[in-house]
C-alpha cells in the first residue's frame, strides 16, 4: 500500500462521493485505476461565504504506484500506518483490586484500560445504571421528588449524559487516546459518523445505550460494577491509601484509587478536605441559558442553504471580553435541544442543556457564562467555591417558587431589571416546568451586567440573538469544577496510590477530555513500578 493524506478537498454541497473520487484523480493527476482506495478521515462544513458554502474533507488514498508516478507534495503527503493504541502491561501485580469511584467518561476509560490490561478493577458508582437513572430523570422531570443520589448530575455515564454529547477537544493526542475513544464509543453503539465528522457528537438518546454498551464490556474483561455505592471516607496509612468507606457501614481495602467523582461531588470534596488531601480552588463560570428558534441560528449561519440535506443543524461558538475584562461566552451549545433541570441538591436548582443525536428540536440553547475567579466566591475555605456555587442555586430556587421549577425571563426584560410577565414567540423547552421572574436575582451584579455585555455584542455576530423575546433561563453554574484535587506528573496524589481523574478533579472540560484524562491515570497505574 502506498498511502497519501489530502488535508483539504473542497466540494459544492450537492457533490457525493463519485464527486470527491474524480476531484481526488484530478488533484493527484492520476489515472482513475491507480487510485485504490480513499477513506474520508474528516468532514466540515466552510460557511464563511454563505452563497458559495462547501463542504470540506480530509482523504486517506491508497495509490497504486505501478500504475502512477511521483504525487506531488503540494497537494497530498505519504503517511505511514496507523498507530494502534496498545495498553501497557502492569509493571507489579497488586494483593488488592484498583478501585475506580465514579462512572462518567474518565471514570468509564480508566476502568476500561484497566480491565484490558487484566487488573479487574471494581467500579463503584453513588447512582443508578444508566437505564433506571434515566428513567428516574425522566419521573424527575415530570414532577417526581428529586433523588439527590440519582439524576442528571450523578449516575452512570455522568453529567455528560443529558448534554449534546460533543465528542470534540483541544487535548494533543500523541498516544492515540483520542482515537481509542471514539473506536469504543462506536463499538459500544454510537453512529459510526462520529470517526469522521469535525464537530461529532453523541445525543443523549444515544449515549444511554453506549454507556451501557461500555459497561457490558468492562464486565465482560473481568471488572466488577457496584450502583448505589457512595465513596464516604478514605483510610489512609502513612501516605498512602489502604481502604475505602462506601455508604457508612464496609471497607474495602486497596493501595489503588481512581476518582473520577465529577464536578458535582461537594460532599465527597468536603470528605477528602477532612482528610487532608491536596486540593486548591479553581475557576469556572456561571450564567444563564439562552434559547432561539433554532431555524433563526440557522438561517443567520447558512443562509438560503440553511435548510440543504447536506448541512447539519447549525450551531455558533461565541466569546469576548467584558468591560471588566472578564470572559464571556457561550457553552454548551445545543442545536435543537432543550434546558435541561440539572438540579442536584435540595432548596437548588441548575439548568442545562441536552440534545438528541437528530438535534431536531424547535429551539436552539446555549449558556451564556461569565468566567469566576476564587477572589470572587465571598466565602472563606476551600470549598468557597462550592457556597458560591450553591448560593446562587438556592436563590433560585427560590424565586421560581420553591418548587424545582426553573426560572425564565424574557431578554428584554432582563435588559430593562423587571420580572417578565408573558412569554414571546419562543416557548420554553425547559424541563420539570418554569416560572416566569427576574433572573438578576439570581446572579452576582457582575455575572449579569456581563452577560448583557455579550449579548449584545453577540447580536453583532449572529443576527436575532439579541431579539427582544430570547428566552433566558436560569442558573448555569456546574461548568466545570470549583476545585482541583492536586497530582504530579505521574497522575498520582501526594498521597500515594490515589489517583485523582477527569472533569471533578480539575483535569478536563467535556467528555472526549475527560475519557482521554481516565485513559492517562490508567496507564499511570499500569506503568508504577
Known amino acids: 500500500m502506498s498511502l497519501y493524506r489530502i488535508p483539504q478537498v473542497n466540494l459544492p454541497l450537492d457533490a457525493d462521493e463519485a464527486e470527491l473520487r474524480k476531484r481526488i484523480i484530478k488533484l493527484l493527476k492520476i489515472a482513475p485505476a491507480a487510485l485504490r482506495d480513499m477513506h474520508i478521515e474528516r468532514k466540515s462544513v466552510d460557511a464563511r461565504d454563505k452563497e458559495h458554502i462547501?463542504?470540506?474533507?480530509?482523504?486517506?488514498?491508497?495509490?497504486?504506484?505501478?500504475?502512477?508516478?511521483?504525487?506531488?507534495?503540494?497537494v497530498a503527503l505519504p503517511v505511514g500506518p496507523e498507530p494502534v493504541y496498545s495498553v501497557p502491561q502492569p509493571r507489579r501485580s497488586r494483593s488488592t483490586a484498583p478501585v475506580v469511584v465514579g462512572t462518567g467518561p474518565a471514570g468509564l476509560f480508566a476502568a476500561l484500560i484497566l480491565a484490558e490490561a487484566g487488573l479487574a478493577p471494581l467500579v463503584l458508582e453513588r447512582g443508578d445504571p444508566v437505564e433506571t437513572r434515566d428513567a428516574?430523570?425522566?419521573?424527575?422531570?415530570?414532577?417526581?421528588?428529586?433523588?439527590?443520589?440519582?439524576?442528571?448530575?450523578?449516575?452512570?455515564?455522568g453529567a455528560g449524559t443529558y448534554s449534546d454529547g460533543k465528542l470534540t477537544t483541544q487535548v494533543k493526542d500523541e498516544q492515540g487516546r483520542n482515537r481509542k475513544v471514539i473506536r469504543e464509543l462506536i463499538a459500544a453503539?454510537?453512529?459510526?459518523?462520529i470517526g469522521i465528522l469535525?464537530?461529532?457528537?453523541?445525543?443523549?438518546?444515544?449515549?444511554?445505550?453506549?454507556?451501557?454498551?461500555?459497561?457490558?464490556?468492562?464486565?465482560?474483561?473481568?471488572?466488577?460494577?457496584?450502583?448505589?455505592?457512595?465513596?464516604?471516607d478514605i483510610r489512609i496509612e502513612g501516605g498512602k491509601v489502604t481502604g475505602i468507606l462506601?455508604?457508612?457501614?464496609?471497607?474495602?481495602?486497596?493501595?489503588?484509587?481512581?476518582?473520577?467523582?465529577?464536578?458535582?461531588?461537594?460532599?465527597?470534596?468536603?470528605?477528602?478536605?477532612?482528610?487532608?488531601?491536596?486540593?486548591?480552588?479553581?475557576?469556572?463560570?456561571?450564567?444563564?441559558?439562552?434559547?432561539?428558534?433554532?431555524?433563526?441560528?440557522?438561517?443567520?449561519?447558512?443562509?438560503?442553504?440553511?435548510?440543504?440535506?447536506?448541512?447539519?443543524?447549525?450551531?455558533y461558538k461565541l466569546a469576548a471580553r467584558t468591560s471588566d475584562d472578564r470572559g464571556v461566552y457561550s457553552f454548551c451549545m445545543c442545536p435543537g435541544g432543550?434546558?435541561?433541570?440539572?438540579?442536584?441538591?435540595?432548596?437548588?436548582?441548575?439548568c442545562n442543556g441536552m440534545s438528541d443525536f437528530a438535534r431536531d428540536g424547535t429551539n436552539a440553547n446555549a449558556a451564556i457564562v461569565v468566567a469566576v475567579s476564587p477572589p470572587d466566591f465571598g466565602f472563606p475555605g476551600l470549598l468557597g467555591g462550592v457556597e458560591f456555587q450553591r448560593k446562587w442555586e438556592q436563590a433560585a430556587y427560590d424565586i421560581a417558587g420553591r418548587t424545582y421549577a426553573l426560572p425564565?425571563?424574557?431578554?428584554?426584560?432582563?435588559?430593562?431589571?423587571?420580572?417578565?410577565?408573558?412569554?414571546?414567540?419562543?416557548?420554553?423547552?425547559?424541563?420539570?416546568?418554569?416560572?416566569?421572574?427576574?433572573?438578576?436575582?439570581?446572579?452576582?451584579?457582575?455575572?449579569?451586567?456581563?452577560?448583557?455585555?455579550?449579548?449584545?455584542?453577540?447580536?453583532?455576530?449572529?443576527?436575532?440573538?439579541?431579539?427582544?423575546?430570547?428566552?433566558?433561563?436560569?442558573?448555569?453554574?456546574?461548568?466545570?469544577?470549583?476545585?482541583?484535587?492536586?497530582?504530579?506528573?505521574?497522575?498520582q496524589s501526594p498521597i500515594r496510590g490515589l489517583y485523582p481523574?477527569?472533569?471533578?478533579?480539575?483535569?478536563?472540560?467535556?467528555?472526549?477530555s475527560a475519557a482521554m484524562d481516565g485513559i492517562r491515570v490508567a496507564e499511570a497505574i499500569l506503568n508504577e513500578a
Open 54 to 74: 462547501k463542504l470540506v474533507y480530509g482523504v486517506l488514498v491508497d495509490v497504486d504506484h505501478s500504475r502512477q508516478g511521483t504525487i506531488p507534495a503540494s
Open 136 to 157: 428516574r430523570v425522566r419521573s424527575f422531570m415530570s414532577g417526581a421528588d428529586l433523588d439527590p443520589e440519582s439524576n442528571i448530575q450523578f449516575g452512570e455515564g
Open 189 to 193: 453503539g454510537a453512529p459510526s459518523e
Open 198 to 232: 469535525a464537530k461529532p457528537h453523541v445525543g443523549t438518546d444515544q449515549l444511554v445505550s453506549v454507556v451501557a454498551g461500555l459497561r457490558k464490556k468492562i464486565i465482560r474483561l473481568g471488572g466488577t460494577f457496584r450502583f448505589r455505592s457512595r465513596l464516604d
Open 246 to 315: 462506601v455508604n457508612k457501614t464496609e471497607w474495602i481495602d486497596t493501595d489503588t484509587l481512581v476518582l473520577a467523582i465529577g464536578h458535582s461531588s461537594r460532599d465527597t470534596f468536603a470528605m477528602l478536605e477532612k482528610r487532608g488531601v491536596p486540593m486548591e480552588q479553581k475557576s469556572f463560570a456561571i450564567g444563564l441559558r439562552i434559547e432561539h428558534p433554532q431555524e433563526m441560528i440557522s438561517r443567520s449561519q447558512f443562509g438560503r442553504f440553511w435548510k440543504h440535506p447536506a448541512l447539519p443543524v447549525a450551531d
Open 338 to 350: 432543550t434546558v435541561v433541570n440539572a438540579s442536584s441538591e435540595p432548596g437548588g436548582v441548575v
Open 408 to 491: 425564565v425571563q424574557l431578554w428584554s426584560d432582563f435588559l430593562e431589571d423587571r420580572s417578565s410577565t408573558a412569554l414571546g414567540a419562543i416557548k420554553p423547552s425547559a424541563t420539570r416546568g418554569w416560572s416566569l421572574t427576574n433572573l438578576r436575582r439570581c446572579l452576582p451584579a457582575f455575572v449579569y451586567n456581563g452577560i448583557t455585555e455579550g449579548i449584545n455584542r453577540f447580536g453583532k455576530s449572529i443576527a436575532g440573538f439579541d431579539r427582544k423575546d430570547a428566552l433566558l433561563t436560569g442558573v448555569e453554574t456546574r461548568t466545570s469544577s470549583p476545585i482541583r484535587i492536586l497530582r504530579g506528573e505521574s497522575c
Open 501 to 512: 481523574a477527569g472533569e471533578g478533579a480539575g483535569y478536563a472540560g467535556g467528555i472526549m
